[in-house]
């Protein structure tokens, strides 16, 4: 019988930080990634650290209790916080991303509201938007000096009202997304980012119609 080694989720989040880093969304220590263990502690980014050349050394485990632990004496990401949310309200996430691009914080604009119209795109239904035609929102918050802020706004909102798609906007600051496997985050950052591209474009073409359903 061959016995299999669970691999270590922070490979994956450093390979995943290079891939967001090379793409423009993770440019110098921008954005931060988290995955869950079976314990229910996660790692997370360090905070402060160059996301397109993370080493195993750069993150910090968070244990449900709050306690912390890394091999130096590292910082957790400043969005810790963030994270922590998401995943007490949504049990079945097991990773967490946040990445800044220059799209998300264009788009964040384009409603003075807190929620953003979102095109009916094909791309939704990787969100998980089965339906026709659909009339989806992404949910904005405001980008409050104070994480801790922002944290309970997400949690306070979403406790009343459940998102739509897996995914929320900080105005002015990036994206974040949250999903039952490393590698469907990882899709959904793309995704997002896709609809965010479409939209800037659009707008450059068609104005402020452009992503009118
Ligand atoms: C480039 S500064 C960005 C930070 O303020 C923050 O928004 C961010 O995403 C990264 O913070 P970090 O503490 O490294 O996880
Ligand atoms: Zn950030």
């Given at each position: 019988?061959?016995?299999?080694?669970?691999?270590?989720?922070r490979?994956?989040?450093?390979?995943?930080?290079?891939?967001?880093?090379?793409?423009?969304?993770?440019v110098?220590?921008?954005?931060?990634?988290?995955?869950?263990?079976?314990?229910?502690?996660?790692?997370?980014?360090?905070?402060?650290?160059?996301?397109?050349?993370?080493?195993?050394s750069?993150?910090?485990?968070?244990?449900?209790?709050?306690?912390?632990?890394?091999?130096?004496?590292?910082?957790?990401?400043?969005?810790?916080?963030?994270?922590?949310?998401?995943?007490?309200?949504?049990?079945?996430?097991?990773?967490?991303?946040?990445?800044?691009?220059?799209?998300?914080?264009?788009?964040?604009?384009?409603?003075?509201?807190?929620?953003?119209?979102?095109?009916?795109?094909?791309?939704?239904?990787?969100?998980?938007?089965?339906?026709?035609?659909?009339?989806?929102?992404?949910?904005?918050?405001?980008?409050?000096l104070?994480?801790?802020?922002?944290?309970?706004?997400?949690?306070?909102?979403?406790?009343?009202?459940?998102p739509?798609?897996?995914?929320?906007?900080?105005r002015?600051?990036?994206?974040?997304?949250?999903?039952?496997?490393?590698?469907?985050a990882?899709?959904?950052?793309?995704?997002?980012?896709?609809?965010f591209?479409?939209?800037?474009?659009?707008?450059?073409?068609?104005?402020?119609?452009g992503?009118?359903?």
């Amino acid at each position: 019988m061959t016995s299999h080694t669970p691999s270590d989720r922070r490979l994956e989040l450093i390979a995943t930080a290079r891939h967001f880093y090379q793409q423009g969304w993770m440019v110098g220590t921008a954005g931060n990634l988290s995955a869950r263990l079976p314990d229910g502690s996660f790692w997370i980014t360090a905070s402060g650290r160059s996301k397109g050349e993370l080493l195993l050394s750069d993150f910090v485990r968070i244990y449900p209790d709050g306690k912390e632990e890394s091999s130096a004496d590292l910082k957790p990401s400043a969005e810790t916080a963030i994270h922590q949310v998401l995943y007490t309200l949504f049990p079945q996430a097991q990773a967490c991303y946040h990445v800044h691009s220059i799209e998300a914080n264009l788009v964040s604009r384009f409603v003075v509201g807190d929620s953003l119209p979102l095109p009916p795109l094909e791309m939704l239904k990787g969100l998980g938007i089965w339906q026709e035609n659909p009339c989806c929102v992404l949910p904005i918050f405001a980008n409050h000096l104070q994480v801790s802020r922002i944290a309970t706004e997400i949690q306070e909102r979403f406790t009343i009202n459940l998102p739509q798609v897996p995914a929320l906007l900080i105005r002015d600051h990036g994206v974040t997304v949250w999903a039952s496997s490393c590698e469907t985050a990882r899709n959904y950052i793309e995704l997002v980012e896709y609809i965010f591209r479409y939209m800037v474009a659009a707008r450059g073409i068609w104005g402020d119609e452009g992503n009118n359903n």
